[in-house]
């Protein structure tokens, strides 16, 4: 995390870095050729296969002809987690400015930005074979969805204000029916007591 602060120039600026992470997954197969009744099964590489298995763009993220399905009453040979899947990394900023508008006033303007650069991609169908035919799904490694949410910019205004808090008594004189009211600062009040002639009203404001 980075912060900055300039409180004299009335700036403040912020930002939070989450460091890319990259999650490991494996492709596996929608069906159950082993009969043992173990979900997923992983599948065989293709031995007649050759070229870059990752392929790393959105539409074939993973190229799906590097495997073969397992014969029946196997299981396939690729490991666990030999793929690894997109980076996650978000950046968020936020800048704000406090201006004074009088001694007790001030306005505070803040621009946040939330994930400035982009939205990071989810991991890829893994799924490359859902039928118990040979030909590899078509909608396997193609990336569908975002694991983090678009780039978000928000603005905001807040107004900070010095409250000073003070009491105010209302006195009632039961007699004449005339009432008088006083301002006291807080650390001026007096004890405030009840009698039977006189019904004061302690209230708080702030």
Not at 114 to 137: E, H, K, L, M, Q
Request: aromatic share 10%.
């Amino acid at each position: 995390m980075l912060a900055v602060w300039k409180p004299d120039a009335g700036w403040a600026l912020s930002g939070i870095e989450t460091a890319p992470i990259r999650l490991s997954f494996y492709p596996a197969t929608g069906i159950q050729p082993s009969d043992y009744g173990a979900f997923p099964v992983r599948p065989f590489r293709n031995p007649d296969f050759t070229g870059n298995v990752m392929e790393g763009v959105p539409k074939q993220y993973f190229n799906r002809n590097a495997f073969v399905l397992p014969l029946p009453g196997t299981y396939g040979n690729v490991g666990r987690n030999v793929l690894t899947g997109p980076g996650l990394a978000t950046t968020d900023f936020l800048i704000a400015k406090i201006a004074t508008i009088s001694e007790s006033v001030r306005a505070q303007f803040r621009a946040e930005f939330f994930n400035i650069y982009r939205a990071n991609s989810a991991t890829p169908n893994a799924v490359v074979f859902s039928s118990a035919g040979s030909a590899p799904s078509s909608t396997a490694g193609v990336i569908t969805g975002t694991s983090t949410t678009s780039r978000q910019i928000q603005f905001g205004l807040k107004l900070l204000v010095d409250v000073t808090l003070a009491l105010h008594f209302v006195q009632l004189d039961r007699s004449s029916g005339a009432s008088s009211a006083r301002l006291d600062k807080l650390k001026h009040v007096p004890r405030c007591e009840l009698s039977p002639p006189d019904l004061r009203l302690l209230l708080l404001t702030v």
